[in-house]
């Protein structure tokens, strides 16, 4: 099937080429990601496949349909960048890669908390600078500590499994409780895992009800000194009721692989231009704040199952066979 493959990089290509070796697509890699302005590129492809920050909002869907599109495949687990209900009125299948290596993002996730509790990105340039000096490096034990783990799925029921192996207290949050947890996690509501957590890390996806799920009022019930981890969507958190949170020391640990206005950011190579974002710009002033750009799902492992997955949906869909990795607009929690 020919497959107009939006956001590509270098790695893209060489995994999805790979994997391709045993489907047989024509594949078209565009670098740019799709947008009302770039849809016009897949005129003609039945399928198109997208990433994380492709923005499937209802007019590029429709110019989509128009050059001929019926598949758009997503290369991540998320979808909160697709209108789904638009992908539906169009007859548009939306398929996604569920889940492709939760241990990726749920090991990056534990990357950040030690690199920042234990300030290892500090100490890494401290010692190739020939200063040993200790002052400002005190980290704590995490054993003992109390973790939040809001959104217990995949990849936040392995993050609770890790953090209990460290001999953490566990609480979780989540709509669903996930049985592997029995006896690892204690189930509480949202607003006492807040209240009670040293260190609390997002899981649960974008929608409506969980968008600034971080906000003024909720850091205003955080424990003084909180670790806040994000690597889950930027939204989740509202990223302006973080600057005074963090000035204040409300917040004395932030780690993000995700921002809400990321697209504009990530994936590219801007070191020689000027950040116009001021909030990201001044998160990154503050030596307690850790960015990565959304590298959680980076490893061979994953980046491999991405590729093999997508695949596999788009010959599924090519051969007329019922499609295990559809979402659809009935899916989003209202
Ligand atoms: P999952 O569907 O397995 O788990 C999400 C969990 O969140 C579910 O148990 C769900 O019931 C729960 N949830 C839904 N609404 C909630 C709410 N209001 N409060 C608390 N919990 C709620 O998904 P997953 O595979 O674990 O992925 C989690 C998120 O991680 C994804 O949605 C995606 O946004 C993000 N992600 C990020 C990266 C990255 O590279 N940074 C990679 C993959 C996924």
Known sequence: MKVA????????????????????????????????????LAEGFPAVSIFVNDQANSEALTLLHEGGTRLLALRCAGFNQVDLARAGELDMA?????????????????????????????????????????????GF?????????????????????????????VLACDVVENPDLAGIASYVSTDELIRNSDIVTLHCPLTPQTRHIISEQSIARMKNGVMLVNTSRGALINAKAIIPALKAGKIAFLGLDVYEEEADLFFQDLSDQVIHDDVFARLLTFPNVI????????????????????LASITAFEQGRPLENEVTAEMVVR
């Open 5 to 40: 493959v939006f956001s590509t990089r270098k790695h893209t290509r060489q995994f999805l080429n790979d994997a391709n070796s045993g489907y047989g697509h024509q594949l078209s890699f565009f670098e740019p990601s799709l947008s009302p302005a770039t849809a016009v």
């Open 94 to 138: 939306v398929v996604r890669v569920p889940a492709y290596s939760p241990h990726a993002v749920a090991e990056h996730t534990i990357a950040l908390m030690l690199a920042l509790n234990r300030k290892i990105h500090r100490a890494y340039a401290r010692v190739r600078e020939g200063n040993f000096a200790l002052d400002g490096l005190m």
């Open 141 to 169: 034990d995490m054993f003992g500590r109390t973790v939040g783990v809001v959104g217990t799925g995949r990849i936040g029921g392995l993050v609770a499994q890790i953090c209990h192996g460290f001999g953490c207290q």
């Open 291 to 310: 960015v990565t750009g959304h590298q959680a799902f980076f490893t061979r492992e994953a980046v491999a199952s991405i590729s093999q997955t997508t």
